[in-house]
């Protein structure tokens, strides 16, 4: 299995934990329920989204790094691509809401925003920020998507 491809099934065990308020969390295994559709109207997310990163361009994680200064280089790298990432969806009127995308152990997280956004807005979206894949909501289930990487989309769970 290539290294795209292995990363894209972690991709499908992740949870999503939005800021809130309140907090709340919305597990990818399973599908999701009204009472989850309800938080995320809440947090004025009620038609199609798209979840997505600035971090680890091209599935390089800043954890993944050979030394402990070169991980700090890349952490501080996806500070400054999360803040253009929010900065180019104010300056495109687009609203954004923290959510953090995190491995079911808790051993990685990454910061992440949700948008309104189309399928093909959001896939945009994700290539512009050199990503391996987006999730998108489409009113009643997420979807894993492509971005930089090969694959059809695949529906969640």
Same mark, same amino acid.
Request: charged letters at 30%.
């Given at each position: 299995m290539s290294e795209?491809?292995?990363k894209l099934d972690d991709y499908r065990e992740t949870i999503l934990e939005f800021q809130g308020p309140p907090p709340f969390r919305v597990d990818l295994r399973r599908p999701v329920s009204a009472t989850e559709r309800a938080a995320l109207?809440?947090?004025?997310?009620?038609?199609?989204f798209a979840v997505?990163?600035?971090?680890n361009p091209c599935g390089e994680h %800043?954890?993944?790094?050979?030394?402990? /200064?070169?991980?700090?280089?890349?952490?501080? =790298?996806n500070q400054r691509?999360? &803040?253009?990432?929010?900065?180019?969806?104010?300056?495109?009127?687009a609203p954004a809401v923290r959510v953090d995308g995190v491995a079911p152990g808790g051993d990685h997280r990454e910061?992440?925003?949700?948008?309104?956004?189309?399928r093909a807005a959001g896939v945009a979206l %994700?290539?512009?920020?050199?990503?391996? /894949?987006?999730?998108?909501?489409?009113?009643? =289930?997420?979807?894993?998507?492509? &971005?930089?990487?090969?694959g059809e989309p695949q529906a969640l769970p």
């Open positions: 795209a491809a292995e109207a809440r947090v004025g997310l009620v038609e199609p997505l990163t600035a971090e %800043a954890d993944d790094a050979p030394t402990a /200064a070169v991980a700090d280089a890349r952490e501080s =790298r691509r999360t &803040a253009r990432l929010l900065d180019h969806l104010e300056q495109v009127g910061r992440c925003v949700a948008t309104p956004a189309d %994700a290539k512009r920020f050199e990503q391996i /894949a987006l999730f998108w909501f489409d009113g009643r =289930r997420f979807w894993l998507l492509p &971005a930089e990487s090969d």
